[in-house]
């Protein structure tokens, strides 16, 4: 999946919601649940998310919602191959940017 996000240092609930498409419910979710997720509050208690933090919701959404992993079984796979898991990732993010980007070129033709 690609975020198309500008870059920022923290990001809102809000602003990470609709750049997943998913309900602001779900991203508190998995902020419970994955340990991997350290986003800041701000004063009035707000999640502010890293680049980071949505990287890994990135990395997230692709094993639970991409995948089918359940949330137990992606828990266990970034415990057990979390870089792997990354390295992975971020090859494939950088495919699918490289394929866009072809195609768009091949648009111009």
Known sequence: MHINLPEK???SMGEIA???NVNQSLI???DKEFDILKPKKNAKGNRMFTPEDVKNLQLIYHLVKERGFTLEGAKI???EGQKKTLDKFDIVSKLENIKIQLINI???L
């Open 9 to 11: 240092l923290y990001y």
């Open 18 to 20: 609709k750049a997943f």
């Open 28 to 30: 508190r979710f998995w």
């Open 77 to 79: 796979h970034l415990k």
């Open 106 to 108: 091949k648009n111009e």
